[in-house]
């Protein structure tokens, strides 16, 4: 009728249907080998019926619950599931009864077990229909307090689906009861509103970081993009639309949430064809989070920012703020044609917060920064009857100054003195001075 040779454990267990008042034979054997070792032990027949979910396609029915209500469920008499992938987990070797539930909105499910005559329990889940199962994973422990009984916690899966799982004992040396339940968490299905380009969340830049809270917990890869290029990208990426201010500059930063190591790239074009920008990976001064800057931007411009969790392994969510640092542009003296008029032996006080170095003329040779010169502002004056003016700066938020004087106009530009740092009694200074003589007064 029916044979079992347990090599592991050589503990031997075997489940029959029978026919009242039939006599069935057992022969126990000894294994090949051992033909000269005495043979002792016990044998311990139960009878009893075969349990109605000992397949999958007679799985019992289990409903979902907002808390765990656990109820009690036995293997005895089960016998090993054919034809089915084996589990890969917990020592399977038969002995397993089925469960199934119908995926709540949610998406998610909260698996727990826990104790009864059985101790060391394990189970896997699968998808698909009852004849043709997919294994989704395999679960062995991880019940915390519930000892060597297994737990989970199910997400992103698709509401309205069946799942199937089964139980059995570790090494099916052992039948009897278990305790199991069923957790709803609430919500609804967590893929995200933005997990495709073309759904993108426009964020708009603002004057100061503020984060926004998002998750990517259940997205999926967004396909044929130009891959980002950096922070391991393995697909779980979200999408976010900003618009260029009329500053063109604006920067993107994230910080830690559930993800402590994201990463996210920058793309212009149609959402349906993107083109990639550029790509960071840990530049926030958040941990391992990533940070992005954009300057002379065409105001008006689309930007695309992907962003996904390095490796997609530990996905949920994150922080992100959009800021514009100069929502009013450059200042009104940021070109040449602009220049601020100033008076002699008035102080005046300047910002070149946001100005830019378009158009500016070739840097001198005594700035540290050369041909490199940023945030410029321009101010005229005019030459006094004495062909002398002397030029200082006093610092203020700005601790660096450098300065430079021409003549002419600012189509045709002659350099007539520049300073960077003075040097008093040996020491540096930071602040600037121009001392200029022979000028032609009124000019």
Same mark, same amino acid.
């Given at each position: ?25 057992? %022969?126990?054997? %000894? ?147 278990? %305790? ?21 969340? &426009? ?11 998002? $998750?990517? #917990? ?146 001198? $040779? ?6 490199? &010169? ?17 030029? %200082? ?8 100054? #450098? ?29 600037? #001075?121009?001392?200029? $003589? ?6």
């Amino acid at each position: 009728m029916t044979c079992v040779d347990n090599v592991i454990t050589g503990i031997e267990e075997v489940s029959f249907a029978t026919v009242a008042g039939t006599t069935y034979y057992i %022969r126990i054997g %000894r294994m090949s080998g051992n033909n000269t070792a005495s043979m002792t032990g016990s044998i311990c027949i139960i009878s009893g019926d075969i349990p109605t979910n000992d397949d999958p396609c007679a799985a019992t029915l289990l409903n979902s619950n907002s808390t765990c209500n656990y109820s009690y469920y036995s293997n005895v008499m089960a016998t090993a599931s054919a034809g089915i992938t084996v589990p890969g987990c917990g020592a399977y070797a038969g002995g397993d009864v089925w469960f199934k539930a119908v995926v709540p909105a949610s998406g998610a499910l909260t698996i727990n077990t826990d104790t009864g005559s059985l101790t060391d329990v394990a189970m896997a889940i699968y998808t698909g229909g009852c004849g043709s199962l997919t294994l989704y994973n395999c679960y062995d422990d991880g019940s915390g307090s519930n000892g060597l009984m297994p737990s989970v916690n199910l997400i992103c899966l698709t509401p309205g689906d069946t799942i199937r799982f089964r139980f059995w004992d570790i090494n099916n040396d052992n039948s009897g009861n278990f %305790r199991l339940c069923l957790i709803n968490p609430g919500g609804t299905s967590g893929i995200p509103s933005n997990d495709n380009p073309c759904n993108a969340i &426009q964020i708009t830049p603002a004057a100061a970081c503020s984060y926004t809270t998002y $998750t990517n #917990q259940c997205a999926s890869a967004s396909t044929g993009i130009t891959a980002p290029g950096c922070a391991n990208y393995l697909g779980g990426d979200v999408w976010f639309k900003i618009i260029a201010p009329a500053s063109g500059n604006f920067s993107i930063d994230t910080k830690e949430g559930t993800i402590t190591d994201g990463g996210m790239a920058l793309y212009t074009g149609a959402c349906t064809s993107l083109t990639l920008v550029s790509c960071d990976d840990d530049n926030s001064m958040n941990g391992t989070m990533p940070y992005l800057s954009v300057s002379g931007a065409v105001p008006g411009t689309v930007y695309y920012l992907r962003f996904w969790e390095y490796g997609n392994d530990n996905n949920g969510t994150f922080g992100i703020c959009v800021t514009d640092p100069c929502p009013n542009g450059p200042p009104l003296n940021d070109a040449c044609a602009n220049a601020i008029p100033l008076l002699l032996g008035v102080p005046t006080t300047g910002n070149n917060s946001c100005s830019s170095s378009t158009n500016e003329p070739a840097g001198p $040779t005594c700035w540290t920064n050369g041909a490199g &010169q940023l945030n410029t502002v321009w101010y005229t004056v005019v030459a006094p009857s004495s062909g002398k003016i002397s030029v %200082r700066t006093g610092l203020g938020t700005l601790i660096n100054t #450098q300065i430079q004087a021409f003549s002419g106009t600012c189509t045709n530009l002659i350099s007539i003195g520049c300073s960077d740092d003075i040097t008093l009694c040996g020491n540096t200074q930071l602040w600037s #001075q121009l001392l200029l $003589t022979g000028l032609t007064p009124g000019s």
